[in-house]
């Protein structure tokens, strides 16, 4: 496991834009597959996005399509989420989530219609805060 700290949330307006940060302590992301996920209070955690070692293929739920950019630095230790075009709906807290393997396993985990599922990422953050509004 890795310790994770997001940054970037924020209050924003309608069709305004943010980018979420996410470090990783002691670690650098290669062979490590990087998700995105988001939850409101009482609901379910939502897969939003997730990259894997290669950075190939990206997943993105539908929602989301064309509006958010998930990259990393492979070399470096930290993670991003662009998030543009933002809409009252993507208000939530958004936790960054680190699974490790092989890129075999990872390509098995993320991909363009693999969704993330949380049980695969064993290393959370505490998420951050985003909060569309006008």
């Known amino acids: 496991q890795v310790q994770l700290v997001e940054s970037g949330g924020g209050l924003v307006q309608p069709g305004g834009s943010l980018r979420l940060s996410c470090a990783a302590s002691?670690?650098?992301?290669?062979?490590?597959?990087i998700a995105w996920f988001r939850q409101l209070p009482g609901k379910e955690r939502e897969a939003v996005s997730c990259i894997g070692s290669d950075d190939e293929d990206p997943y993105y739920t539908d929602s989301v399509q064309g509006r958010f950019t998930i990259s990393k630095d492979n070399g470096g230790n930290t993670a991003w989420l662009q998030m543009n075009s933002l809409k009252p709906e993507d208000t939530a807290l958004y936790y960054c989530?680190?699974?490790?393997?092989?890129?075999?396993?990872?390509?098995?985990?993320?991909?363009?219609?693999?969704?993330?599922?949380?049980?695969?990422?064993?290393?959370w953050g505490q998420g951050t805060q985003v909060t569309v509004s006008s």
């Open positions: 002691r670690a650098t992301f290669n062979n490590f597959a």
């Open positions: 989530a680190a699974a490790f393997g092989s890129p075999w396993y990872l390509r098995s985990i993320c991909g363009p219609n693999k969704k993330p599922d949380s049980r695969r990422y064993d290393s």
